[in-house]
């Protein structure tokens, strides 16, 4: 009985199987456990030697279980070190990071280059007033840039801004001049092609003084578009009409053989000085609101303006 146990203790290799051998020879119903309950039926003067065989085959039995027990136990944990194991000279995983959506660049770098030139950021609200949008900006009910069909209005009393210029208001209306603020944000238009979005960034620019002349604002504009598309650049100012300017450009920048048109520019209106108790005779202003998509387009040769906010990574990851 004993070679048998330890030809089938030897055999194991889990805990679960050496369990089973365990109550096989030891347990309840088990081999070893048999043998002891013939004691009772051997003549009395044969039970002492019975007994005695009987107990050092068990305990014979045990040591060699708890032999095996240790020794699945240090396997058992070799096993679990092994799956635990980290190879440090592995290449790692490589994880795709994000990065920030060109826009947003195009943004940051405009951002710096006035901040470098002496303006400050200021932001307005996207949902505003027809009078800081129109009214004040020297823009009269029969403009048609108030036309319900280029505006999105959400009642009688508030639309989307169409453009920048309410800041300049809000601006003049809470600030003393000399100043100079950009103010770069969301507006909104019923327009929709390759060249316009129905919701798109502009930012607005403003510089008011004593002595601020058309000089100024050409050299701003110039200035800018240098640095953030290079020394060669060339801008163009178109003679236009805005209501809140006078006199009025659009500027334009020279990309993919045509000119582009990027901003719309110009010296601030007297009525509008008016408007915020500016005194129109002590002071001048320039104004711009500069086309985020449309410089984007033009720095990152982007033809079609809907590419940018398709939000395809295969678009994306281009720059
Ligand atoms: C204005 O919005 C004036 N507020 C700009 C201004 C500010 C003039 C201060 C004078 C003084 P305009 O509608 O031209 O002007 O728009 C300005 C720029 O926004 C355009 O040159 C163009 O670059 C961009 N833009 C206009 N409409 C869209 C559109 N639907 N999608 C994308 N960009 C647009």
């Known amino acids: 009985i004993l070679e048998e146990a330890r030809e089938e203790i030897a055999k194991v290799s889990t805990s ?8 096989k020879y030891l ?24 007994g005695r065989m009987v107990n050092e085959l068990k305990d014979e039995i045990e040591r060699i279980l708890e032999e095996k027990k240790a020794e699945i136990a240090r396997l058992e944990k070799e096993e679990l070190n092994r799956k635990l194991w980290a190879d440090p000279t592995m290449p790692g995983t490589r994880r795709s990071l994000g990065h920030l959506h060109i826009l947003t660049k195009v943004q940051e770098e405009l951002e710096d280059i006035f901040i470098s030139m002496g ?46 210029s309410p800041v300049q208001i809000r601006t003049m209306l809470s600030r003393k001049p000399p100043l100079a603020i950009i103010s770069p944000g969301r507006v909104y238009r019923r327009d929709y092609d390759a060249t316009h979005l129905p919701m798109f ?29 290079g020394e060669n650049t060339k801008v163009r100012l178109r003679p236009s009409y805005f209501p809140f300017t006078e006199p009025s450009f659009e500027v334009d920048i020279y990309f993919n053989n045509r000119w582009f048109e990027v901003l719309g520019a110009g010296m601030v209106h007297p009525n509008v000085f008016k408007n915020v108790g500016y005194d129109p005779e002590r002071w001048r202003g320039l104004a711009f609101g500069l086309g985020i998509e449309r410089i984007a387009m033009v720095k990152y040769g982007i033809k079609d303006i809907r590419d940018l906010i398709r939000n395809d990574v295969r678009f994306l990851e281009n720059w």
């Open 201 to 229: 960034t502009q930012m607005e620019g403003l510089y008011v003084d004593h002595d601020v002349t058309v000089r100024h604002l050409k050299y701003f504009l110039e200035e800018f578009a240098r640095r953030l598309l």
């Open 119 to 164: 303006f400050s950021i200021v932001e307005g609200p996207e949902i505003e007033e027809p009078w800081y949008n129109f009214d004040a900006l020297n823009t009269p009910e029969w403009h048609p840039a108030r036309d319900l069909h280029d505006s999105f209005y959400i009642n009688e009393k508030y639309l989307l801004r169409t453009h920048t």
């Open 27 to 50: 347990g309840k119903a088990g081999t070893v456990t048999s043998l002891m309950k013939r004691l009772k039926d051997l003549p009395p003067e044969e039970r002492p030697n019975w």
């Open 16 to 23: 679960r199987e050496l369990n089973d051998v365990r109550v």
